[in-house]
């Protein structure tokens, strides 16, 4: 039972376009979303973060969007560089059950030069 | 990834020995939490504890595997009696508070393997 899905495992994109990440998840509790960036052979970076109560959240070149109303949110990254290759993960929790995150199973992300 | 360590990074056992994964979180979190990531697959919730107590431990196995975070020193992960399916990265992550809105902020993992 995935209760947050990335369905693209992979996509590449060339150097200076947009990349545009999505997850789905299927529970309506959660109500607090984060992107993880995740290098090999290190643990997962924090990139951002978005509340239910919103529906956009932007820092610098990362970019969230959330539609509630389809359970789905996205990750755009503008202008896409090589050192954005990585793999992506969707995380989801409900606050009201502390800090559970529920992750996507990641999708991994090339940056064509 | 700087301030959440892990240790060892690279552990090896035998199956039927102990493993023990450290984690010492970032200064001034006291909030840890433990994940294991299987290969090809996100993170799954391991367990969730303030200093010397567990406050969500709802991702563990109900055998063989237990955690603490004493007053004093690192939170430890416990394997015992290790099998082979018990291969995986584990990660260990902190926060200053809990609550709503709160990102975790992740170590390099320990990864595991059984011989």
């Known amino acids: 039972d995935q209760q947050v899905k990335q369905n693209s495992p992979s996509l590449s994109v060339q150097e200076g376009r947009i990349s545009i990440l999505n997850c789905d998840y299927t529970?309506?509790?959660?109500?607090?979303f984060l992107w993880y960036k995740k290098y090999p052979a290190e643990g997962p970076t924090f990139l951002i973060s978005?509340?239910?109560?919103?529906d956009k959240n932007e820092d610098g070149r990362f970019t969230v969007f959330l539609n509630k109303s389809a359970k789905h949110l996205s990750l755009h990254i503008v202008p896409s560089q090589p050192g954005d290759s990585a793999v992506y993960f969707c995380a989801a929790s409900v606050s009201s059950y502390g800090q559970n995150f529920v992750f996507g199973p990641g999708t991994r992300l090339s940056v064509l030069p | 990834n700087a301030g959440v360590m892990q240790n060892p990074r690279h552990l090896v056992r035998r199956r039927g020995q102990e493993a023990r994964l450290r984690c010492s979180p970032m200064?001034?979190?006291?909030?840890v939490y433990w994940y294991r990531q299987l290969p090809e697959e996100g993170l799954k919730f391991m367990v969730y504890l303030q200093k010397e107590n567990i406050i969500d431990e709802s991702g563990m196995p109900k055998e063989r595997f237990s955690a603490e975070f004493p007053k004093e020193g690192p939170s430890i992960l416990r394997i015992q009696q290790v099998v082979r399916g018990d291969s995986a990265a584990y990660f260990c992550a902190s926060s200053p508070v809990s609550g709503a809105g709160q990102p975790q902020h992740f170590g390099d993992g320990t990864r595991l393997s059984i011989l």
């Open positions: 978005i509340s239910s109560i919103k």
């Open positions: 529970n309506s509790m959660f109500d607090y």
């Open positions: 200064k001034g979190h006291s909030h």
